[in-house]
């Protein structure tokens, strides 16, 4: 931005793209903030510099937001955000107001990562801050101990068979907690993600360490083996990095 001496039009703009009028509703948005910068006197190269990068360049899938700073004529910063700004904004100054975009900015955060079943499980580890990569496997905890699936009938043999299997997830559940807390504390995690199936991350969530469960969160998400829905399982840590990091700046103030 050093290219420009200003002043700098600053524009927060929601570019979600979701319903069939995203593109009418995305151009209604930005000639709100048009006329916004236009009556604080904007010049009119770098308005027109502006509505070239919103209304002609790439367009996103979902939910998203978008900063773009602009001085001279020129765009000198354009940049997608994870989520749309509340509210949307328009600023001409002698600075640009990057102060938002900072705030939207995951801080560095190690995440420990957990695909659990009844079977055991995989640990996996993220750097939300890190946008070019998504959680990486370091461990895979799956039991051999046999049976883990409980069979139909009736009786004593039938009882017996239930608590084996019932003994058994417990026992391979309270096995990959261990690692688990192991892990966080080796890389310092303040964010441990839990996601498969619900009965399993709640046994292994009330089985975790003091420190583990205490940044533990729980998503929605299939539990699948890596490579298989790891883009929407990336997009789940982040937004749960997100959330952790908004919950710690708002304990420190």
Request: charged share 25%; no cysteine.
């Given at each position: 931005?050093?290219?420009?001496?200003?002043?700098?039009?600053?524009?927060?703009?929601?570019?979600?793209?979701?319903?069939?009028d995203a593109e009418h509703a995305l151009r209604l948005r930005w000639?709100?903030?048009?006329?916004?910068?236009?009556?604080?006197?904007?010049?009119?190269?770098?308005?027109?510099?502006?509505?070239?990068?919103?209304?002609?360049?790439?367009?996103?899938?979902?939910?998203?937001?978008?900063?773009?700073?602009?001085?001279?004529?020129?765009?000198?910063?354009?940049?997608?955000?994870?989520?749309?700004?509340?509210?949307?904004?328009?600023?001409?100054?002698?600075?640009?107001?990057?102060?938002?975009?900072?705030?939207?900015?995951?801080?560095?955060?190690t995440a420990v990562v957990v695909r659990v079943d009844k079977n055991?499980?995989?640990?996996?580890?993220?750097?939300?801050?890190?946008?070019?990569?998504?959680?990486?496997?370091?461990?895979?905890?799956?039991?051999?101990?046999?049976?883990?699936?409980?069979?139909?009938?009736?009786?004593?043999?039938?009882?017996?068979?239930?608590?084996?299997?019932?003994?058994?997830?417990?026992?391979?559940?309270?096995?990959?907690?261990?690692?688990?807390?192991?892990?966080?504390?080796?890389?310092?995690?303040?964010?441990?993600?839990?996601?498969?199936?619900?009965?399993?991350?709640?046994?292994?969530?009330?089985?975790?360490?003091?420190?583990?469960?205490?940044?533990?969160?729980?998503?929605?998400?299939?539990?699948?083996?890596?490579?298989?829905?790891?883009?929407?399982?990336?997009?789940?840590?982040?937004?749960?990095?997100?959330?952790?990091?908004?919950?710690?700046?708002?304990?420190?103030?």
């Amino acid at each position: 931005m050093s290219r420009a001496a200003g002043p700098y039009a600053t524009v927060y703009l929601d570019v979600s793209h979701e319903t069939e009028d995203a593109e009418h509703a995305l151009r209604l948005r930005w000639q709100e903030l048009r006329s916004a910068l236009e009556a604080q006197d904007a010049d009119l190269s770098t308005l027109a510099a502006l509505e070239d990068a919103v209304l002609g360049g790439p367009r996103v899938v979902g939910r998203a937001g978008r900063v773009l700073v602009a001085g001279s004529g020129e765009v000198l910063l354009d940049r997608v955000l994870a989520e749309p700004p509340d509210p949307p904004s328009a600023s001409w100054a002698s600075v640009p107001d990057l102060l938002p975009m900072l705030l939207d900015l995951p801080e560095p955060m190690t995440a420990v990562v957990v695909r659990v079943d009844k079977n055991g499980g995989e640990i996996l580890l993220a750097d939300p801050s890190d946008p070019g990569t998504g959680p990486e496997a370091v461990e895979d905890v799956t039991s051999a101990r046999h049976p883990l699936h409980k069979v139909r009938g009736g009786g004593w043999k039938h009882l017996k068979m239930q608590h084996t299997v019932e003994n058994t997830w417990r026992s391979n559940v309270s096995e990959l907690a261990e690692r688990v807390d192991r892990h966080v504390s080796e890389a310092g995690a303040r964010l441990v993600v839990l996601a498969g199936e619900t009965q399993s991350r709640k046994l292994l969530l009330d089985n975790l360490g003091e420190r583990a469960a205490r940044y533990a969160v729980e998503i929605e998400h299939s539990g699948a083996p890596s490579g298989a829905g790891d883009e929407e399982l990336a997009a789940a840590v982040d937004r749960a990095a997100r959330d952790a990091s908004s919950r710690e700046r708002y304990a420190e103030l």
